[in-house]
């Protein structure tokens, strides 16, 4: 069953499905040893990651097309694929689409924002025509033929226009064909509530920034609301930098890891990696 059509079945299930946001391989294989059904990148986090630099548009499509593929070759779990604006018109965005799926991508984000586009949790976003965002999404499901590809829009409207405006914009989305709706950035529970009224039959992404501007709610309060999809997008870059922080700050200090506890086993993490299937194989080709 390809990773789409895996997906499609959870989407299927009543539960809401709660998703970690990952940067690169080593986070996409944690979260499916812990128990993750899907894993979605963010592009904030390989925009940090990847260029040391903030999530301004200064990502290419190349630059995260090849960290998708290679995190979507990673792990056995659904990826689902922030990727921003698809990085031009309809026209690009159908190029990114065909790239998306021969990567083996369960499903992708796509966003009206102009580019450069900004993180959706910051000031002075500004957003294309909604005629044009439901052009690239029609386009967007043309590209993907009978691949099951999951299209995920994304309005940033509510930040520049207002929360009326975003709902206005995610009905146009689902019309153009959008399998799920993403209304970024709602700023209250009375908000969240707004937008779920508003979308009763459609599948709904709630998106949990620490310090962003939607109210920190459980996934089992979301779903109460009746969201479909909850994001935790940049939560494990936020806590990976913290800890290396303590790291390297100790090693600076003292000189030595002797007494620095918080750290996982080497043997651990070989596993992790693979390194005893390796060895095993290694030795099967040995003459």
Known sequence: MSSSHKLRQLLANPEIIVIPGIYDCLSAKLAENIGFDVVATSGFGIAASTLGLPDYGFLTATEALYSVGRI????????????????????????????????????????????????????????????????????????????????????????????????????????????????????????????????PHTPLVANIVEGGKTPPLSASELQDLGFKIVFFPLTGLLAVTQTLTACLSHIKEQGTTANFTDIVNFQDFQALVGVPQFLQMEQKFKS
């Open 72 to 199: 979507a070759q990673s792990v056995s779990v659904p990826l689902i694929a922030d990727l921003d604006t698809g990085y031009g018109n309809a026209l690009n965005v159908m190029r990114t689409i065909k790239d998306a799926v021969q990567l083996g991508v369960a499903g992708v984000l796509l966003e009206d924002q102009e580019w450069p586009k900004k993180c959706g949790h910051f000031e002075g976003k500004r957003v294309i025509p909604t005629s044009e965002h439901a052009g690239k999404i029609r386009a967007a499901v043309e590209a993907r033929g009978d691949s099951g590809l999951v299209i995920i829009a994304r309005t940033d409207a509510r930040g520049p226009l207002g929360l009326e405006e975003a709902i206005a914009r995610g009905h146009a989305y689902i019309e153009a064909g959008a399998d799920i709706l993403f209304v970024e950035a709602p700023q209250s529970v009375a908000e969240l509530k707004a937008i779920a009224s508003a979308f």
